[in-house]
């Protein structure tokens, strides 16, 4: 069953509609999440470029490995020092590149 019943309709001027047109593409949302999100008093947020992305499925990977390190050392009573060595400094240039790329003045 919908949650959301009722219908709400509004006119606007060509410019707003452009307005909000492009604002909406900007956060990748379609018209009703993003007035939703304005009506709950948040600011959505333009959707992240495709380093983000690629950033994020580095840092999925190396969580994986180190879970993997993990459990390993968990079943042998022992941390398999090479493989944690490696995955800690893929880890450190990972945070590295993050802050370059999305926290340093350009």
């Known amino acids: 069953m919908r949650t959301r019943t009722v219908d709400i309709h509004f006119r606007m001027t060509p410019s707003e509609a452009k307005r909000l047109d492009a604002n909406v593409k900007k956060t990748g949302m379609n018209r009703s999440e993003y007035l939703?999100?304005?009506v709950e008093g948040k600011?959505?947020?333009?959707?992240?470029?495709?380093?983000?992305y690629?950033?994020?499925g580095e840092m999925r990977a190396i969580g994986i490995n180190l879970n993997q390190i993990a459990a390993?050392?968990?079943v042998l009573g022992f941390?398999?020092?090479?493989?944690?060595?490696?995955?800690?400094?893929r880890w450190r240039q990972f945070?590295?590149?993050?802050?370059?790329?999305?926290?340093?003045?350009k």
């Open 72 to 74: 390993k050392a968990n």
């Open 95 to 105: 945070m590295l590149a993050v802050k370059e790329k999305f926290l340093e003045p």
């Open 36 to 38: 939703r999100t304005l």
């Open 54 to 56: 690629e950033m994020m």
């Open 79 to 89: 941390v398999d020092q090479p493989r944690y060595e490696k995955e800690a400094a």
């Open 43 to 52: 600011q959505p947020c333009e959707k992240p470029d495709e380093a983000f």
